[in-house]
């Protein structure tokens, strides 16, 4: 089974950047592929990107495309969430988690996904 760590996450005010951590370790040898979802209050769990692990193939949600951007480092069994130009509307709690296929493109519910981490606060004042 594969363990997830986000970290990263902060308060920033409208326009900066911060970028989140997903480090993963256990049995990552048999991941396909990671993804990035958010979850304001009140609102349901959206996803946000995903990348392959062996590629690294990206899929990004349209709401965040040209702002956010994923990565991976395999040496690190760590996947990236560079985010730029945040607004207050990026304000939620961010998870990472495993894919259950490497066709990153039609895995955009959570349901496509397993082994959650415990997520990190990112807050973006006005």
């Known amino acids: 089974q594969v363990q997830l760590a986000e970290s990263g996450g902060g308060l920033v005010q409208a326009g900066g950047s911060l970028r989140l951590s997903c480090a993963a370790s256990?049995?990552?040898?048999?991941?396909?592929?990671m993804g990035w979802f958010r979850q304001a209050p009140g609102k349901e769990r959206e996803f946000v990107a995903a990348?392959?692990?062996?590629?690294?193939?990206?899929y990004v949600a349209d709401s965040v495309k040209g702002r956010f951007t994923i990565s991976r480092d395999i040496a690190k069994n760590t996947v990236y969430l560079q985010m730029n130009s945040l607004r207050p509307e990026d304000t939620a709690v961010y998870y990472c988690a495993e894919a259950l296929s490497p066709y990153i493109a039609t895995m955009t519910s959570p349901l496509h996904y397993r082994n959650w981490g415990q997520g990190t606060q990112v807050t973006v004042s006005s």
């Open positions: 990348i392959t692990w062996s590629v690294g193939n990206t």
């Open positions: 256990g049995r990552t040898f048999s991941s396909y592929a």
